[in-house]
């Protein structure tokens, strides 16, 4: 049912004072803590009113440093456009909003005959602006699948022909779409092989994977050893950075690596872990019964402050190569040793340890002779 008044010049008393309103905006402070003065969106953005503190220039500059923030912790570096319409207040909260963009050195787009701007207006001239870029970006829970991929049979993590999968809050493809970063919670998977990370650059061409961890969030993949027996034992892998490239089937861990077993930890500042080809791991498959596209571990080569952690003993040293086959660990570098908690601390050479007996082995020479410092109960 229309109103009565539908079509109708305003009243006197319908109409607002402006000077009043625009002063409420700028005098009023709102109260964090009452929940009719925070910032709310809903489907067309935050509003409110000025006279009640729900709308005031507080509440547009919070709201303008939020998205300069976003855009700085997202990487995006392109110009912000703004505009503003009708509205009692939207030249006031329009000029407060330049003054944060500008203070955060924000490149703005405004009209440029200073007139009203309406949402298409905007929309239009976003559109013209990306017309012809080479970059296309996306925004808010991304979602994307490379689909018709042809098997790398010398390949491994992201070796097989079904589709890859990738989700984060944002996403970048630079020249063309076979390049993109993915940014905010990223995770890239193929089958069973997952990598979780802040930020994620795939390269679809390549099958490669560029992924940068944060202080809070570092990155993460799992994947398996089978030993000689059969056992398969899931490895969780953890470090600052990791770059992979599929023909390679090396994945290069930097800074803060962490490599979790079921029985065992590995900390170095770098790790390589070469993978085995699909095609072998596929033909293992019979034999362990693992599951199919799950990466699998040939070796392992790190560096730098290494650390082998088990039940009951500890081994440190420089550079340490470890085996599937013979699920063989050798330690060499910064005078290596091994403190159990049984037989004390021995320092050699070099130390291999074998994980299926526990037996192990440590060598010297002339010059660095092997020492044993041997605990005695009292």
Do not use: C
């Not at 799950?294 to 082998?308: C, E, L």
Request: aromatic fraction near 6%.
């Amino acid at each position: 049912m229309a109103h009565p008044r539908a079509g109708q010049p305003a009243l006197p008393e319908d109409l607002v004072d402006l000077p009043h309103l625009a002063t409420a905006y700028y005098s009023i402070q709102p109260d964090p803590d009452d929940v009719a003065q925070q910032v709310a969106f809903g489907t067309s953005g935050h509003r409110g009113s000025a006279l009640n503190g729900a709308f005031n220039e507080a509440h547009i500059l919070a709201i303008t440093q939020a998205i300069v923030e976003y855009r700085a912790a997202h990487g995006t570096t392109g110009p912000l456009f703004i505009g503003r319409d009708t509205h009692g207040l939207s030249e006031p909260a329009w000029v407060s909003a330049l003054e944060v963009l500008a203070a955060n050195d924000v490149v703005a787009m405004i009209d440029s005959a200073d007139r009203y701007t309406p949402t298409p207006a905007i929309s239009h001239a976003i559109l013209t602006y990306n017309r012809g870029r080479t970059e296309a970006l996306a925004d808010g829970d991304v979602k994307s699948t490379y689909s018709d991929l042809k098997a790398q049979p010398n390949g491994a993590l992201l070796a097989a022909s079904d589709p890859i999968h990738v989700t984060a809050r944002t996403m970048t493809a630079h020249s063309g779409p076979s390049v993109a970063l993915y940014s905010g919670d990223a995770r890239l998977w193929q089958n069973a092989n997952v990598i979780q990370a802040p930020a994620i650059q795939f390269d679809r061409n390549h099958r490669s994977v560029v992924a940068q961890g944060a202080p809070t969030q570092p990155v993460s993949t799992v994947l398996v050893q089978v030993e000689k027996s059969g056992k398969v034992t899931p490895v969780k892998i953890t470090s600052d950075r990791l770059t992979y490239t599929d023909s390679e089937r090396k994945a290069h861990f930097e800074e803060a690596v962490q490599a979790k077993g079921a029985d065992l930890t590995i900390t170095s500042k770098v790790m390589d872990v070469f993978l085995q080809p699909r095609d072998q791991a596929i033909s293992n498959q019979s034999i362990t019964g693992t599951g199919a596209g799950t990466g699998k571990i040939d070796h392992i080569v790190a560096s730098g402050q290494v650390a082998i952690v088990q039940p009951g003993r500890r081994a440190n040293g420089d550079l340490l190569v470890y085996t599937t086959s013979d699920d063989k660990f050798v330690l060499t570098g910064g005078s290596p040793s091994i403190f159990d908690a049984e037989q004390g601390k021995i320092t050699g050479v070099s130390l291999t340890l074998f994980r299926h007996d526990g037996r192990v082995v440590v060598e010297g020479n002339n010059t660095s002779p092997t020492v044993t410092q041997t605990r005695v109960a009292r």
